[in-house]
Nanobody, 123 residues
Framework: QVQLVESGGGLVQAGGSLRLSCAAS????????MGWFRQTPGKERAFVAT????????FYADSVKGRFTISRDNAKNTVYLQMNSLKPEDTALYYC????????????????WGQGTQVTVSS
């Protein structure tokens, strides 16, 4: 089973940027689609972005298209989420996840999850 550790969260003003990282260990990283989800209190964990095994295809939630970019470096066993033009509604606990599928956008299709990293966007 792969272990995932997120980092890079923090406090930022609206319009600012953050880059989240997710380091993987204990598995075959290039055999997993990787994804980012986010969750706020009282709400379901929501899909943000995913990238295929090779990094050649990406898919995003409508709410982040044009602002967020997901990428992966298989040589470093790391996936990234570059977040630009941040809005207060982006405030959430962000989770990294791994799926044995080629690509996945549903929570139930992911096998392993990180512990989460908090992103807070102020007005």
């Amino acid at each position: 089973q792969v272990q995932l550790v997120e980092s890079g969260g923090g406090l930022v003003q609206a319009g600012g940027s953050l880059r989240l990282s997710c380091a993987a260990s204990g598995g075959t990283f290039n055999r997993y689609a990787m994804g980012w989800f986010r969750q706020t209190p009282g709400k379901e964990r929501a899909f943000v972005a995913t990238v295929t095994w090779t990094g050649d295809r990406q898919f995003y939630a409508d709410s982040v298209k044009g602002r967020f970019t997901i990428s992966r470096d298989n040589a470093k066993n790391t996936v990234y989420l570059q977040m630009n033009s941040l809005k207060p509604e982006d405030t959430a606990l962000y989770y990294c996840a791994a799926s044995e599928r080629l690509i996945a956008t549903m929570r139930g299709n992911y096998d392993c999850w990180g512990q989460g990293t908090q992103v807070t966007v102020s007005s």
